[in-house]
């Protein structure tokens, strides 16, 4: 995956510079754990954010899968926090302070504002990718576009 330096660039032109590169990468790949930590990488260069990455789907359970970041909580109920709600609900939830979501799972002190977006294959969630960062109120509606995107490349 080709660098680019993106000091100086908005957010919306990182996620559209990011986009054709992460549909190249992961158009022949098959394994999902494979596209999942590339996702987490990629995102993670360009964007440096406190914590990201994947939760799977394991029967009655979120698992934790590919990340960057602290260390994690590592099994999730459905309905329990930001990614359990999410996937109970079955779409993205944009919480600006997380300290203020009922229920919230705190895996580190420094996450302030959270983003989880479902990934959907044939119609079933199989995954949510969740994504941290330790600013408040720092994810918007340019982030859950793009990062609704990026999810549906994964399938």
């Not at 990718?129 to 490349?153: G, M, N, P, R």
Request: glycine residues 6%.
């Amino acid at each position: 995956m080709e660098q680019i330096h993106f000091a100086g660039i908005s957010k919306e032109d990182k996620y559209k510079n990011l986009l054709p590169q992460l549909h190249a990468l992961l158009l022949d790949e098959k394994d999902r754990i494979a596209n999942y930590a590339n996702v987490c990488a990629a995102l993670q260069s360009i964007f440096n954010f406190h914590w990201i990455g994947f939760y799977r789907v394991l029967e009655d359970e979120l698992v934790l899968g590919p990340f960057q970041g602290p260390v994690a909580c590592t099994r999730i109920k459905k309905g329990k926090g930001v990614c359990g709600s999410a996937w109970e609900q079955k779409r993205t939830i944009c919480v600006p302070n997380v300290h203020e979501f009922e229920g919230h799972i705190a895996c580190s002190p420094l996450s302030n504002s959270e983003i989880v977006v479902p990934v959907f294959v044939n119609h079933e969630l199989v995954a949510v990718l969740d994504v941290d960062s330790s600013a408040l109120d720092y994810f918007d509606t340019i982030d859950q576009e793009y990062l609704e995107k990026i999810c549906e490349c994964l399938n």
